[in-house]
């Protein structure tokens, strides 16, 4: 018996009644509170055998989503799966999120513009008939004939042949990239685009654009030159039946095709249909009357014969000469060939309108290919074999078989090379020729006109180039572009009043190739390096074969004509430099980026089995500074010894748990404030664990291989003296866990502070509860409370008593401060230089408070003080001790920097002893002669004389807090009478330090190793805050005894 099943809910109170109720034939299952559908305030459910009732559907019981195409959409109206959050925990953590740019540049141009929702064609419709309307031009009627007599019919054949690989070649590769993904608005640029990046994609698009424009200009010729010819027929003219008849023609033919296209997809369909089948019908009148063959002796006169096997041999070969001011050869005659089969790309440039381009574009293509290389063979099989080259027109000469003589004197008037309109003498209804000729060159003509302002339209969109964007808006419900209809009437109408048919061929070539190139390009590109996200459908295509289709259109515009090839490709070249230079923000996984993470990826493995050598040291640097906004002198420090050259990883911990959300909205503002401030950097957090133990686990698990930091940079701890004692240890440990795990070390340290956290960072209290400590004011900043209090932060001493700030700026805190940048988005405000707008120069970056108030230049000039031209001045360097020379390596690269060209190296050394003081200095002249650093002044000093007292009564006031504790950062007086002799020699070095290097524009000093179990986290410190106090920006510098410096080549 077939048993159905209902979901039935159970509205009575008693829940833990319920539970135990068994109704017959049913099942009851416990559903959780929060289940999506009407079962959200159910408890419980019954399944139950109830043929009559409706069954609910899955989605009603589960959160999860069910695979379905509108998932994966990247519009607006795509429908969204529960997130992992919302899976795992039930319901979505709700965490304000911070933009990390500027918006979407394609959803806001995308919402100006309607999509084209008009009509929508099949592969016949939108596909075969453009591309044999486009392929069937003007070349067809009026200079296949003339190609026939130039290079003969085998050297033709071989035009066609040649002219068919690269079509054949390029059409496989277009309809690999076509069948990867859907296929949208745009044709070759969009395919390009996202396949090799916008930069590629562009250049392209717009030469691309640019030949279509010109191709519509040439058969527009075409179409009047056939018309003149009509006219002349029945003695017939506008203005002098030559070049300014085509001209006004011209101009004329375009405003009205420029009409149809405006007019929408629909029209434009129903005009093509009736083209095509005049020019089939015009196909068929030649065959038939070839087949016929001559009817009078007027055409044969005019040379043609029907049949014959003494014109077909006497046709075979080639027969090159000098015309119209050039001498023609095979790839000049190709040139004005290849324009003939460049309509490949008519259904890929409408893919917007195409219902299935994915599957239209290679069935179409490649049939319209087929059908029209037969064609083109079958014509110059019978015009070769039909008519003669050269032929006066004379019945006498015919009568006296003289009709060829008129070549000795020039003066031959019909036959292949003379007469473009063979084709119509050789037909069977010669009316029928005209009317084929007009349909091929207009519907040529109207398929690129159509394509052009869809393409540029595709450009505004994406808004590569600016100057286009206007010309991208659309009208009406199919979004029609009719300032780009405006824009291309234009272009071409300045090419129809050239008003020569063979000068514009060879230029439209070299474009046509030079895309067909990139086309072969990308799918070779893309086929090579494999990305996930390369399935086309289409499967007849090939690596290599898409690498050789390339290198041949390449070869080929050059044997065509180099100079306009040169052109072209420096044209491409100037295109492509100012994607790069504009940087468009927009990400459309292209085949160059699956390319930057292989080979990053290959050069990493790479690196592993690269051994280490002195000569190839690089400091790499595990910078803590919390967010990178928080301490802006730290982080533009390690920039200036990593900018370029090495890494640089930025480190925040966070002791509190952090959602995924949280740490995504962190990510976002670190990364966009490193970028907004030009700093290349990596950017890591570690939460949810105590900060000495997330410091151990950064300091052991970042990196990648060789990418991996080998020093430490932090600031100090100007708060030491202040903050709880587990602050304290920690901050001292972790010197130890870096020196265990055999990292260098560096300590900044300025007198200012480094923490601008109170004034700098975004408002995230949403994100995590504020733990900051406020140290106890030092007393002259008691009159500055309303600024002063919210700038205090841990690790901090930042006082700004002594800045020159206007009374209506102290009387307002700061708690936060916004970046200015070229975009306006969440706390980001748009702000130019106007002065600089026009020389396109970059936006200086600003600081505001939340008002849009800037920031006393005092302040701001604190926190930008590593980011300025240095003046003239010194950097002083202590190498106490034999570190492996990071000591030495570190400020000589700050040295190399420009803003700090101006500053000398100065190198202060300890001497053993007084008496060898010359000679030490002689050794260590010369090593660092041999080290090859440039200096200015080298001095010993002897740190073995006892201190001043001034300077022991100084050092006892900086511990005198930790003598009497009881806590674990006691001070012990055992402890300070064993290290009684190093605390002198750094008393001494405090009084060395004051006397020559405080008006130095920077320190440099060996840190002194914290030896484990031997001194205390409150000793080492106060060491370090006598050596630092009142001095310069003062570096303290650790290496792990590795050199780093060699004086071998």
């Given amino acids: 018996m077939e048993h159905r099943f209902s979901i039935k809910r159970i509205e009575d109170g008693g829940i833990d009644n319920v539970g135990m109720q068994m109704r017959e034939n049913c099942v009851r299952i416990n559903v959780p509170q929060d289940t999506v559908g009407e079962l959200i305030n159910t408890s419980t459910t019954c399944l139950c055998e109830n043929p009559g009732k409706r069954r609910r559907s899955l989605a009603q019981l589960t959160r999860e989503a069910l695979p379905r195409l509108e998932n994966y959409r990247n519009s607006k109206r795509a429908l969204k799966r529960p997130s992992l959050g919302e899976l795992l925990h039930g319901k979505e953590e709700h965490v304000k999120e911070t933009s990390s740019g500027p918006e979407n540049p394609d959803e806001k141009i995308q919402s100006e513009i309607p999509s084209h929702e008009g009509i929508k064609l099949g592969w016949i419709q939108g596909v075969l008939i453009p591309c044999l309307l486009n392929i069937w031009g003007v070349m067809l009627f009026l200079r296949l004939s003339w190609v026939v007599a130039q290079s003969g019919i085998g050297l033709t054949l071989v035009i066609i042949g040649v002219s068919a690989i690269v079509c054949v070649i390029t059409t496989l590769s277009l309809s690999a990239i076509s069948t990867n993904g859907e296929v949208k608005g745009g044709g070759i640029y969009y395919i390009i685009s996202r396949s090799l990046g916008p930069e590629f994609g562009a250049s392209v698009g717009i030469v691309f654009a640019f030949a279509n424009a010109v191709a519509a200009s040439m058969n527009t010729i075409g179409f009047c030159n056939s018309l003149n010819d009509l006219l002349s027929s029945f003695d017939l003219k506008i203005i002098d039946g030559g070049i300014n008849d085509v001209r006004v023609v011209g101009v004329v033919a375009l405003v009205v095709m420029i009409f149809i296209c405006a007019v929408g997809m629909e029209w434009e369909s129903k005009a093509q249909n009736f083209l095509i089948a005049i020019i089939v019908g015009a196909i068929l009148d030649f065959l038939i009357g070839t087949g016929i063959g001559p009817v009078n002796d007027t055409q044969k006169a005019q040379g043609f014969t029907g049949f014959s096997s003494e014109v077909l041999q006497s046709n075979w070969g080639p027969a090159y000469r000098y015309q119209d001011g050039v001498q023609y050869d095979f790839f000049q005659v190709f040139a ?42 079958v014509f110059v099989l019978f015009a070769g074999a039909a008519a003669m080259r050269d032929a006066s027109g004379s019945l006498d000469d015919l009568a006296n078989n003289t009709l060829t003589n008129c070549v000795s004197n020039f003066s031959c008037e019909y036959g292949l090379f003379n007469s473009y309109s063979v084709m119509q003498l050789m037909s069977g209804w010669g009316p029928f020729i005209y009317a084929g000729c007009f349909a091929a060159t207009l519907s040529t003509a109207l398929t690129n006109l159509l394509s052009v302002p869809r393409l540029i339209q595709a450009l505004g969109i994406d808004r590569i180039y600016p100057g286009l964007i206007f010309f991208s808006k659309g009208y009406g419900k199919s979004g029609e572009p009719y300032r780009g209809y405006v824009l291309t009437f234009f272009v071409a109408a300045a090419f129809v009043l ?75 070249l100037a295109l492509y430099l100012i994607v790069v230079y504009r940087k468009p923000d927009v990400n459309w996984g292209s085949s160059t980026q699956a390319q930057t993470y292989k080979t990053a990826l290959t050069t990493s493995h790479r690196l592993i089995n690269i051994g280490e050598h002195v000569k190839n040291y690089q400091p790499q640097v595990l910078l803590l500074c919390g967010k990178p906004q928080s301490r802006p002198p730290l982080l533009d420090f ?15 911990i966070e002791e509190n748990r952090l959602s995924y959300r949280a740490r995504a909205n962190k990510t976002k503002l670190a990364y966009q404030w490193l970028r907004n401030h030009k700093i290349k950097a990596f950017y890591s957090i570690i939460d949810g664990m105590p900060f000495e133990t997330s410091a151990k686990a950064l300091l052991q698990t970042t990196g990648i291989g060789k990418l991996s930091p080998n020093v430490l940079m932090m600031g100090f701890k100007n708060d030491w003296r202040v903050c709880n004692t587990d602050a304290l240890n920690s901050y001292f440990n972790i010197l130890h866990t870096a020196f265990e795990n055999r990292l260098s070390v560096a300590i900044l340290r300025l007198q200012e502070g480094l923490d601008y956290s109170r004034i700098m960072e975004e408002d995230d209290a949403n994100i995590i509860p504020s733990t900051d400590i406020t140290l106890s004011q030092h007393p002259s900043t008691c009159m500055f409370n309303n ?37 306006k988005n969440g706390n980001y405000t748009a702000t130019k230089n106007m002065k600089n707008k026009k020389r396109g120069l970059a936006e200086k970056i600003l600081y505001t408070s939340p008002t849009g108030q800037q920031l006393p230049k005092a302040v701001l000039d604190t926190m930008s003080v590593f980011k300025k031209k240095q003046a003239r001045g010194t950097i002083d360097v202590w190498w106490l001790y034999d570190d492996g020379g990071l000591t030495m390596l570190l400020p000589y690269i700050i040295s190399t920097r420009q803003d700090w060209a101006h500053c000398k190296l100065r190198v202060f050394a300890l001497a053993n ?119 310069p920006p003062y570096l303290f510098v650790r290496g792990n005894q590795q050199s780093v410096l060699t004086f071998y080549s």
Avoid at 788 to 805: E, F, G, K, Q, Y
């Fill in 336 to 377: 004005i060939f290849f324009p003939s089969v460049t309509g490949i790309q008519a259904g890929a440039n409408i893919s917007g309108d195409l219902k299935d381009p994915a599957s239209s574009i290679p069935k179409g293509t490649l049939l319209a290919l087929l059908l029209s290389m037969i064609s083109y063979a």
């Fill in 498 to 572: 050239i008003a020569d048919l063979n000068a514009i061929a060879p230029l439209i070539s070299n474009f046509y190739l030079a895309s067909y190139a990139l086309i072969n390009f990308c799918t070779f590109h893309a086929a090579l390096i494999k990305p996930l996200g390369w399935r086309p459908t289409f499967r007849y295509y090939n690596t290599w074969l898409s690498l050789a289709g390339f290198f041949m259109c390449v070869v080929i515009m050059f044997l065509i004509n180099w100079q306009s090839s040169v052109i072209t490709f420096v044209v491409i």
């Fill in 638 to 652: 390690a920039n200036l010894i990593t900018k370029n050259n090495s890494l640089l990883i930025v480190a925040e």
């Fill in 787 to 823: 600024i002063s209090r919210p700038m205090m932060h841990t690790d901090s001493n930042l006082n700004i008593a002594h800045l020159v700030v206007s009374e209506s700026v102290v009387s307002s805190a700061y708690p936060t401060i916004n970046v200015v940048t070229p975009y």
């Fill in 913 to 1031: 002893n007084k008496q060898e003081l010359e000679v030490e200095e002689r050794n260590m002249a010369n090593l660092l002669s041999k080290f090859r650093l440039d200096y200015s002044s080298l001095q010993m000093v002897q740190i073995s004389d006892k201190p001043n007292p001034k300077t022991v009564e100084f050092f006892n006031t900086v511990i005198e807090d930790f003598i009497d504790n009881e806590n674990d950062c006691k001070i012990s007086e055992i402890e300070l009478a064993a290290l009684q002799e190093k605390t002198n020699r750094h008393l001494r070095l405090r009084e060395l330090l004051l006397e020559n290097s405080s008006k130095a524009t920077l320190v440099v000093m060996s840190l002194p190793m914290p030896r484990k179990g031997s001194v205390s986290a409150a000793l080492y410190m106060a060491w370090l805050e006598v050596l630092t106090k009142d001095l």
